[in-house]
């Protein structure tokens, strides 16, 4: 039996064999999975008109997907058909592009149409991401409280994948993987074993992590402190642990590192994704572990921690001599006129502030249970509850929960991880009210506890408040409200506008960001900007284009070479544009003043753009 840092001795705690842990996971996690899957299905499949999730990175995954089944390179990342002349080097991982191309050549051979093939693999995987992500959310609970908490957490998780959108078919893109990889590496280190498989699945994890996406860098970091402070608090008890997190992170970065980043690129240093940077810093890190658990662990606990503190010193000084760049906002080199007519406007990326005065009614959703999960964490660890553990789960919740401060997005994470907390405890108080059936106090804890557990519960209330009992029970209402879109609100993403495009023979599109994507999908064409922080030129060069006056717009028209011009006029960034510059191109075109230089193209019925060709 193992114990806590309080000294208190760990209820059930015992070590147990796999198979009894996983006798009871493995067929609850199967009928919740098989309940999720049928509610999404019958949710979705009624309404839906498109096999393709509504955000933009869903569509450029596709995108990218497609090219590299058409026989783009492994190692080659750049989306030519996005940007100006060269294209544009995206900072997306191949790791997430293989399982769907995959899928999408297994389904071939069932299928008619490559398009039928699409839809079943983007269906297929966000769904079996779900499964994923309950079972590692099942196997957490189960090691932190048994069976009656892998219940209570299975379903509060099935409840927040239902709301959150982003495990329905069509969701290609990659935050789903990584809410399921954080799930798992939290289920790791809650083996309360301090078993060495375990650390090592989680070591290994947190390198997938880093090469899948830097969005969750902060809290992979923080699971690698975790570790580090484990180790220079408990010692030789948890040298194994240490050694086989450590070392699998060493290992598994490499092995990303050599698998995803071309020979030519392994002394680049980027800041949104796996480079020398990120591999660098956890290389080190992890070898410095690995090293101070296998030579260290007999130390006294001062001579850990001197040690732990000599570690981090290593790792902060290489990170000032290699990465110095990524120490602040990845964001930072963002030109001001994309910070304030693109960045500004993408919801994902707003800090909690704009969330509260744009969304009041939703705000609760995404913040609410992330703080209440520290609370509970906090008071927890005040009464002396099994301390460590509250301790670890402590610390995931508040960093993802200090991230979504900065940009709302961090709030799926917070959210996911605040259900490990919060079932733990909503076991414990539904003990005590079977307990004391006749103290309501008892009771009505357990169910106030529940509910603000369920993030769309605080949306429901928020809507109540703002909108009105009706409008608040729109089950449509409350699952959207749960979600974040990056997109900026265009209107001209149908397929009937894509239709009018794909007739043209391959050009140069200037279009909204927000229709970059689907023009790219649908279209041969290549196209100036889609909403990507690293196509900074082609963006650029659309506004310019748009808030220049027309004689001034023809040059720029010209230098990047666009043959046709998608004017959208229904656009939110198009209508800013036309807005600052009266006397600019959109401006002027809002108003029905056709410069010289364009042409009108005819329309069709449903057709939202206004194409003209730039006249040569």
Same mark, same amino acid.
């Given at each position: 039996m193992t114990y806590s840092m309080s000294g208190q001795a760990f209820p059930g705690d015992e070590r147990k064999?796999?198979?009894?842990?996983?006798?009871?996971?493995?067929?609850?996690?199967?009928?919740?999975?098989?309940?999720?899957?049928?509610?999404?299905?019958?949710?979705?499949?009624?309404?839906?008109?498109?096999?393709?999730?509504?955000?933009?990175?869903?569509?450029?995954?596709?995108?990218?997907?497609?090219?590299?089944?058409?026989?783009?390179?492994?190692?080659?990342?750049?989306?030519?058909?996005?940007?100006?002349?060269?294209?544009?080097?995206?900072?997306?991982?191949? #790791? &997430? /592009?293989?399982?769907?191309?995959?899928?999408?050549?297994? @389904?071939?051979? !069932?299928?008619?149409?490559? %398009?039928? $093939?699409?839809?079943?693999?983007?269906?297929?995987w966000p769904l079996g991401l779900a499964v994923g992500f309950l079972f590692s959310l099942g196997l957490a609970c189960r090691r932190l409280g048994g069976v009656a908490t892998m219940h209570i957490g299975l379903g509060i998780g099935a409840i927040y994948l239902f709301t959150t959108l982003r495990f329905y078919p069509g969701a290609l893109d990659h935050h789903n993987?990584?809410?399921?990889?954080?799930?798992?590496?939290?289920?790791? #280190? &809650? /083996?309360?074993?301090?078993?060495?498989?375990?650390?090592? @699945?989680?070591? !290994?994890?947190?390198?997938? %992590?880093? $090469?899948?996406?830097?969005?969750?860098?902060?809290?992979?970091?923080?699971?690698?402190?975790?570790?580090?402070l484990q180790w220079a608090w408990h010692g030789k008890q948890f040298e194994r642990a240490a050694r086989s997190f450590g070392l699998a992170l060493t290992l598994g970065i490499s092995f990303f590192f050599l698998a995803t980043v071309p020979p030519s690129h392994y002394g680049t240093v980027t800041c949104d994704n796996l480079s020398l940077g990120f591999y660098a810093l956890a290389a080190i890190g992890g070898t410095g572990l690995f090293l101070a658990a296998r030579f260290g662990s007999a130390l006294d606990l001062r001579l850990r921690i001197a040690s732990l503190a000599g570690l981090g010193l290593i790792v902060g000084l290489a990170a000032l001599l290699i990465a110095p760049q990524c120490l602040g906002n990845p964001l930072g080199d963002l030109d001001p006129l994309l910070v304030s007519l693109w960045l500004n406007a993408v919801v994902e990326a707003q800090p909690a502030l704009s969330q509260l005065r744009v969304a009041p009614d939703t705000f609760?959703?995404?913040?609410?249970?992330?703080?209440f999960a520290i609370m509970v964490c906090i008071f927890r660890i005040q009464d002396r509850e099994r301390v460590e553990t509250h301790l670890v789960l402590l610390a995931l919740v508040a960093t993802a929960w200090a991230i979504s401060l900065i940009q709302v997005r961090g709030a799926f994470i917070s959210n996911a991880l605040a259900i490990l907390p919060l079932s733990l405890i909503i076991t414990d108080l539904k003990r005590n009210s079977n307990a004391e059936p006749e103290n309501m106090n008892a009771g009505f804890a357990y169910i106030i506890t529940v509910l603000c557990a369920v993030p769309v519960v605080w949306v429901f209330f928020g809507a109540v408040s703002t909108k009105g009992i009706g409008n608040a029970l729109t089950l449509r209402a409350l699952t959207n409200a749960t979600a974040t879109a990056s997109d900026t609100g265009s209107s001209c993403r149908d397929v009937a506008d894509m239709r009018v495009l794909a007739a043209i023979p391959p050009v140069v599109v200037a279009a909204p960001s927000d229709s970059g994507a689907q023009i790219l999908r649908y279209t041969p064409h290549r196209v100036l900007t889609a909403p990507y922080h690293r196509n900074q030129s082609g963006m650029l060069t659309e506004l310019h284009i748009g808030l220049a006056q027309p004689k001034e717009a023809e040059a720029f028209l010209r230098g990047a070479k666009v043959s046709v011009l998608a004017f959208c006029p229904n656009d939110v960034q198009t209508m800013n544009l036309a807005q600052m510059k009266p006397d600019g191109l959109y401006a002027q075109l809002e108003k029905g003043n056709v410069p010289a230089f364009l042409q009108p193209l005819p329309a069709v019925e449903g057709q939202r753009f206004q194409l003209y060709r730039v006249i040569p």
């Open positions: 064999a796999p198979a009894g842990l996983f006798s009871h996971l493995i067929p609850s996690v199967a009928v919740y999975a098989v309940i999720l899957i049928v509610a999404i299905l019958g949710f979705y499949l009624p309404t839906t008109t498109d096999y393709i999730g509504p955000d933009n990175d869903d569509v450029m995954r596709l995108v990218e997907v497609r090219d590299f089944l058409n026989g783009q390179g492994w190692f080659d990342l750049t989306q030519y058909r996005l940007g100006l002349e060269g294209g544009t080097l995206m900072h997306w991982s191949r #790791l &997430v /592009d293989l399982p769907i191309a995959s899928l999408i050549l297994l @389904f071939s051979l !069932f299928t008619d149409s490559r %398009a039928q $093939a699409e839809a079943l693999a983007a269906m297929v993987i990584q809410l399921t990889v954080l799930m798992f590496i939290a289920a790791m #280190l &809650v /083996d309360r074993r301090m078993g060495g498989m375990s650390h090592g @699945f989680a070591g !290994f994890s947190a390198a997938f %992590a880093m $090469a899948i996406g830097a969005e969750t860098l902060p809290v992979v970091a923080m699971a690698c402190v975790i570790v580090a609760g959703g995404f913040y609410a249970v992330g703080f």
